[in-house]
Nanobody
Framework: QVQLVESGGGLVQAGGSLRLSCAVSGIIVRGNAMGWYRQAPGKQRELVAL???????NYVDSVKGRFTISRDNAKNTVYLQMNSLKPDDTAVYFCNLAGVPYSDWGQGTQVTVSS
């Protein structure tokens, strides 16, 4: 059974930083492309960062240069370091497979950036 448990969100002022964590069970993160998604109120969920099984990373333009995705294979955990946060980054953040997401999403972690 796959479990995705996100944590690390919170309230931060614009320009601040947060580090999100996603503890994964039932999926071997090093063998799969994993991604961080976000869903802002009234908007569709979007993939903002991914890390391939080979370690290649890719980002949506709006977060390039500010967000960094990484993984710890020993802990089977995926991270998202978020710097220079902007109010537009306010959303619930989720992790999941980057290709075809697993159907049961985790609860996500709320990130709120105040101006």
């Amino acid at each position: 059974q796959v479990q995705l448990v996100e944590s690390g969100g919170g309230l931060v002022q614009a320009g601040g930083s947060l580090r999100l964590s996603c503890a994964v069970s039932g999926i071997i993160v090093r063998g799969n492309a994993m991604g961080w998604y976000r869903q802002a109120p009234g908007k569709q969920r979007e993939l903002v960062a991914l890390i391939s099984s080979g370690g290649t990373t890719n980002y949506v333009d709006s977060v390039k240069g500010r967000f960094t995705i990484s993984r710890d294979n020993a802990k089977n955990t995926v991270y998202l370091q978020m710097n220079s946060l902007k109010p537009d980054d306010t959303a619930v953040y989720f992790c999941n497979l980057a290709g075809v997401p697993y159907s049961d999403w985790g609860q996500g972690t709320q990130v709120t950036v105040s101006s």
